[in-house]
């Protein structure tokens, strides 16, 4: 039995395994369990792991066949033995004290989840440094926050949860946007939430190149999952209506920009028209947004005549991200 039971899935990240899990062994915060997930690794990151689970006593490893991110967090929290649970991408890195600040402020407002906040790594630039924000918030209040995704976001790794909470709580297999599909799950199972955004968690971009944002049919799940969560926030808590819709309308504008970078097969050329219309639906509602960007509201007027015109913006957006990544 430990404290806290720290899980990683890992796939095909030998070049950047080391520096995540020995930032993991090096916290700070003692009392936890490592998990290290080869989710069929094809490279040399499966024989790694064993590595470090011949040097050190909290390091478990699972080696299973590959069934994505989702099925390895699930095969981690089937597998976890500590009172609490967390998350950790294994192409990222934490601080050395993540774990105990994230601690100390779970324990110390005897709350169900404790968040800290996140540095957005790029290869050449130095992290951003955002103001700091310390609060204890209801569920209610933490929902907010999500759906507006200023100081908090829906990743999963930034967190340490109560274990109870994932009793009947799982990643969904076969999806790529996890963590938003199961964040409003874990929040409504919450009475106390303690945000904390001093920085502690190095989420790193691998590359933010326009060929990286080429379309792929699993896109289409990052709109599914946010009409989904729309349909429970309405339900659930109307007030906030405004707010989740607003992420729809992000989700749609996201694919949509992976789409017009892309090969125009038939497929896709239906999928644009479709998203299309529902932004061009949702045009006033769009425009008189304060919570969307002026590019957003400058590319939508574009999109008013074709994908072929929308392109331009987003073209310039992603080289001008390009140019500073």
């Not at 405004?242 to 920009?257: G, M």
């Not at 509201?297 to 074709?306: P, Q, V």
Request: a neutral charge; hydrophobic letters at 40%.
């Amino acid at each position: 039995m430990c404290e806290i039971s720290i899980i990683v899935p890992v796939y095909n990240v030998e070049q950047y395994l080391e520096k995540c899990v020995d930032s993991i062994l090096n916290q700070t915060f003692k009392d936890f369990e490592l998990i290290l997930v080869d989710d069929g690794s094809p490279d040399n990151s499966g024989a790694i792991c064993d590595q470090y689970a011949e040097k050190d006593s909290r390091v478990r490893v699972i080696h299973k066949e590959n069934g994505g991110l989702s099925d390895a967090r699930n095969a981690g929290i089937e597998a976890a033995r500590g009172k609490y649970l967390g998350f950790i991408d294994s192409d990222d890195y934490i601080a050395e004290d993540m774990y105990e600040l994230l601690y100390k402020n779970i324990i110390r407002e005897n709350a169900d989840l404790s968040i800290c906040g996140i540095y957005d790594v790029y290869k050449e630039n130095a992290p951003k440094i955002l103001p700091e924000f310390r609060k204890v918030c209801t569920k209610g209040e933490m929902i907010k926050m999500i759906l507006e995704a200023k100081l908090v976001s829906v990743h999963a790794v930034n967190k340490l949860y109560k274990r109870d909470i994932f009793k009947t709580i799982r990643y969904p297999v076969g999806i790529i946007t996890e963590d938003a599909a199961i964040i409003f799950q874990v929040l409504d199972r919450c009475k106390k939430i303690i945000v904390d955004t001093n920085q502690k968690y190095f989420y790193f971009h691998r590359d933010e190149s326009i060929s990286s944002k080429k379309f792929s049919i699993s896109d289409l799940d990052t709109i599914e999952v946010w009409k989904i969560n729309e349909e429970w926030i309405s339900k659930n808590y109307p007030l906030f209506k405004n707010e989740v819709h607003t992420r729809v309308c992000w989700a749609n504008f996201i694919v949509l920009d992976k789409l017009v970078l892309s090969d125009k097969t038939e497929e896709a050329k239906n999928i644009s028209k479709s998203i299309r219309k529902f932004l061009l639906n949702n045009f006033s509602f769009i425009m008189s947004n304060d919570r969307l960007t002026k590019g957003r509201k400058i590319s939508l007027i574009f999109l008013l005549f074709g994908t072929t015109m929308y392109k331009l913006p987003v073209k310039y957006q992603y080289n001008l991200l390009k140019i500073k990544n």
